[in-house]
């Protein structure tokens, strides 16, 4: 086999591999992640050159998105056949029905965040390794606790990948959390992850920390009703991060805790994906969570009569002590 055929072989296999572990993924985000070392608009004509030969041969369905959305990259069956022989083991999808759903925003968000991560070399290494989504769903959970099961609720994060700052289980928030119970599960693995140690480990993974990843300029439309019962559309500026940490804020003073790890991803995004990302990891007090975001805390934010019993946490840590 020559070298070329060799090196086309190894871009079919890497380029396969991704898609199949996210189910699917745009033709722009493995321009960057595979041909790296190419600059823009020469790795997209690249990629597009080498994943439409994919397409002749049978083993990729390309779907063309609409607004000037890009490209998504799906795979068939000989795609699943080819990396089955090389161990890889991915779940297919139905490419011939596929089409955006609610959730393609938030996971273009994800999966370009991943990319933006495995590119940074001051974050990364050649020691990186990933979960996805799907593979988390996928994966045998196990307790980390010898002595009780986790009774909570399981949070499945939308990645988990291996950094210098440890292995992050990393949540990309984009949709409004509203409420003690939409924010529980997400609150409860952060609070015993980053206090403690995670509950459960994925495929004998273990992770160290819980991340939060989000946009600080989001904006989304929130549906409201008039005094006429008239149902109309707002559009407001969402803050998730700072939304899901005054909860923890809550749990922290009513359980007496000082100060806890905290990791989030500040995501600049342009055009839906994510460029670049300003990185906080620190430890907080929870008097000082309103600086930790240094900026204005509005009140009409957050709901500051919630009655959080995140007992599930502490009962779990302590325990094992």
């Not at 890009?70 to 161990?87: M, P, S």
């Not at 939308?158 to 210098?164: G, P, R």
């Not at 006429?228 to 700072?242: G, L, P, Q, R, S």
């Not at 809550?250 to 300003?278: D, L, P």
Request: glycine share 4%.
């Amino acid at each position: 086999m020559s070298r070329n055929v060799e090196k086309s072989e190894e871009l079919k296999r890497e380029i396969l591999e991704l898609v199949g572990r996210f189910g699917w993924f745009r033709m722009k985000e493995i321009s960057r992640f595979i041909w790296r070392d190419t600059p823009g608009e020469l790795a997209i004509t690249y990629a597009y050159k080498f994943i439409q030969k994919l397409e002749q041969d049978e083993y990729v369905h390309l779907h063309k998105l609409e607004k000037k959305l890009g490209t998504v990259v799906i795979l068939k069956r000989k795609a699943r056949d080819f990396l089955r022989k090389n161990k890889v083991y991915v779940k297919p999808v139905n490419w011939e029905d596929w089409k955006p759903d609610r959730d393609f925003a938030h996971d273009v968000m994800t999966q370009s965040l991943f990319v933006t991560l495995a590119l940074d070399s001051q974050l990364t290494d050649e020691s990186m390794f990933y979960l996805t989504d799907r593979e988390c769903r996928g994966a045998t959970l196990e307790s980390t606790n010898e002595v009780r099961e986790w009774n909570g609720e399981v949070k499945v994060p939308d990645l988990i990948i291996k950094t210098k700052n440890g292995v992050l289980a990393i949540e990309v928030e984009r949709a409004e959390k509203r409420g003690v119970e939409n924010k529980r599960a997400l609150v409860e693995t952060l609070m015993t992850t980053n206090l403690f140690k995670a509950p459960y480990t994925y495929n004998k993974i273990k992770v160290d920390v819980v991340a939060v990843a989000y946009n600080p300029e989001q904006i989304l439309e929130r549906q409201i009703k008039n005094k006429f019962k008239e149902v109309k559309f707002k559009t407001i500026k969402v803050d998730n991060a700072k939304n899901i940490f005054f909860t923890v804020k809550n749990v922290m003073s009513q359980h007496g805790i000082e100060e806890m790890r905290a990791v989030v991803f500040k995501m600049k995004i342009e055009y839906g994906a994510v460029t670049s990302y300003e990185l906080i990891d620190e430890m907080i007090k929870k008097e000082r969570i309103y600086s930790f975001f240094n900026d204005k805390y509005e009140t009409k934010d957050i709901d500051f009569d919630e009655n959080i019993d995140f007992e599930e946490i502490y009962d779990f840590i302590t325990f094992e002590r």
